[in-house]
């Protein structure tokens, strides 16, 4: 069992992933920014903690991350305000990354996109622009950190039913569901073969397990 702190407790895919790592036996603090979503969390078998990381500082980070083994990061701004998305997805990702080290939790997932990366191609003036770079300087900053790190890296998500396969060899972004996501998420907990590997996917036919075993 690991002790396991999912920073954006209240996201779809986080919904998705409590309940599979609860069932795994892990112990689940799921952190929401809102009180309303308290419940939601609750009934995954998480338990919610309200804070609104976007407003910490390192060394409150650190206290939130201190006694657990494992940090998630499946947290989002959701687009729309790039100021905030900086602000959540590149600044906040970041200082989380450097609490978990600063509080001795040594494995950190990064719940990511597929086309992250520095080159990623996309228009300033286009409104994705600011995720696109936000989330590159994120996992960058995760890929040169001394954690046991793993970006997880899906393609275009949908809410197809879950298959428990993908293709995590495919060069191009295709589709895979929020199910599958999570359930590669919580697969990728406990698979040290993903240890500093970033994993791009999409649906694909191989089974998720064998997948991350690479």
């Known amino acids: 069992m690991s002790r396991i702190l999912l920073i954006g407790g209240h996201g779809k895919v986080a919904l998705l992933l409590e309940p599979l790592l609860v069932d795994a036996g892990h112990d689940v603090t799921a952190v929401v920014r809102n009180s309303e979503h308290e419940h939601d969390v609750a009934a995954t078998g998480a338990t919610p903690l309200v804070a609104d990381v976007e407003h ?3 060394a409150a980070l650190t206290d939130l991350a201190r006694g657990h083994d494992i940090v998630i990061w499946s947290a989002g701004a959701g687009g729309g305000n ?3 998305t900086y602000a959540l997805d590149r600044d906040t990702a970041i200082r989380s990354m450097d609490a978990a080290a600063a509080a001795g939790v040594r494995r950190y997932l990064m719940v990511s996109y ?3 990366r520095a080159d ?3 228009d300033p003036d286009n409104p994705f622009f ?3 770079e936000a989330k590159a300087a994120a996992d960058e900053h995760l890929r040169a950190s001394d954690l046991d790190w793993t970006i997880l890296a899906p393609s275009t998500l949908t809410l197809d039913e879950p298959t428990g ?3 995590a060899e495919a060069t191009a972004s295709g589709s895979v569901s929020r199910a599958d996501v999570a359930a590669v998420t919580a697969a990728a907990v406990d698979e040290p073969a993903t240890i500093g590997r970033t994993v ?3 649906a694909g036919d191989t089974p998720i397990a064998e997948a991350l075993r690479g």
């Open 165 to 167: 396969r993908i293709d």
């Open 120 to 122: 990623h191609g996309i």
């Open 56 to 58: 910490l500082d390192v």
């Open 130 to 132: 600011a995720y696109a």
């Open 200 to 202: 791009r996917f999409n």
């Open 82 to 84: 790039p100021d905030r």
């Open 114 to 116: 597929f086309g992250a």
